[in-house]
């Protein structure tokens, strides 16, 4: 017996018997399914970005390590100003590494002139600065979180019915003084129309009165990402609250820096801000 495997041993040695199909005859051999890494090969700025990797997978993009789902979901950002390449590097759970590149689409940020916008709002006064820099401080420390939540995953729906009266990115002039690009995307809707969630989520920062952003409302989807809504006149739920999607969670206002009611949603990854429009033509 121990003969007979020895033998056997000493002819695969030998290459007479092929145990195993010669790997180098063979065009090189498909990734298996299970092992597949998908990204879109190329993406726009502003986007929110879907992969899909191995279950368990290490996937980095940045500095930053991104949590995956129990199917192998990943999900990030690409800023307003974003160049691109970008790269996303994978290790599956079998040790294999793999680094993806994904072009960006560059888009194109018409300005958009906004008047009638009330002089302290554009240019406050050091107290007023200070409380502005305070407010954000709190609206920013509430997107540090990384939930393992998946709400982001499911399709969104607008948060109110309406025309689009200013979009995400725009080079926005207040009273003929340049700001910063716009945050979000605003949908003009009468004072008290009820604003729906878009997505699931849990209520992360709520108040009734921020100086530039007036009756405002976070809502983490999971993963990073998350909701604004701001200028709201009314405000239906409280920080650590869940959200089923379509619920009410306040009213459209005109509070804050805003020339009339509308609701503005912005949307972010994180810090980095995406266009609330392009989450919604995904789910289409
Ligand atoms: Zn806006």
Not at 165 to 191: C, E, K, L, T, W
Not at 198 to 217: E, H, M, Q, R
Not at 273 to 280: A, F, K
């Amino acid at each position: 017996m121990k003969l007979a495997v020895a033998a056997l041993f000493a002819a695969v040695c030998a290459g007479w018997i092929p145990l195993v199909a010669a790997q180098d005859t063979v065009p090189a051999a498909p990734v298996p399914q299970e092992e597949r890494v998908v990204f879109p090969a190329s993406v726009s700025q502003g986007a929110l970005i879907f992969g899909k990797v191995p279950p368990g997978s290490q996937v980095r993009y940045r500095e930053r390590l991104l949590r995956t789902t129990a199917y192998g979901t990943v999900v990030f950002g690409v800023g307003r100003d974003e160049p691109g390449p970008l790269k996303v590097d994978v290790t599956t759970p079998s040790g294999r590494t793999e680094s993806v590149s994904l072009a960006v689409t560059l888009r194109d940020w018409p300005t958009e002139h906004v008047n009638g916008v009330p002089p302290k709002t554009v240019n406050p006064p050091p107290e007023i600065a200070a409380r502005i820099q305070r407010e954000q401080a709190l609206v920013t420390a509430a997107r540090v979180r990384d939930d393992e939540r998946a709400d982001f995953a499911l399709p969104f729906q607008w948060p109110v019915q309406g025309r689009i009266s200013g979009r995400f990115g725009n080079a926005r002039v207040y009273n003929g003084q340049p700001g910063a690009g716009h945050s979000g995307m605003d949908i003009a809707a009468p004072n008290g129309t009820p604003v729906k969630a878009p997505a699931g989520g849990i209520v992360t920062f709520a108040s009734p009165d921020l100086y530039l952003t007036g009756g405002t409302v976070l809502l983490d989807h999971g993963h990073g990402v998350s909701s604004n809504f701001l200028h709201l006149s009314r405000i239906d739920v409280k920080v650590g609250d869940r959200v089923e999607p379509g619920q009410t969670i306040g009213a459209v206002g005109a509070t804050g820096r805003a020339t009339g009611p509308h609701l503005h949603w912005g949307m972010n990854w994180f810090d980095t801000r995406i266009d609330p429009l392009l989450v919604l033509e995904r789910g289409k």
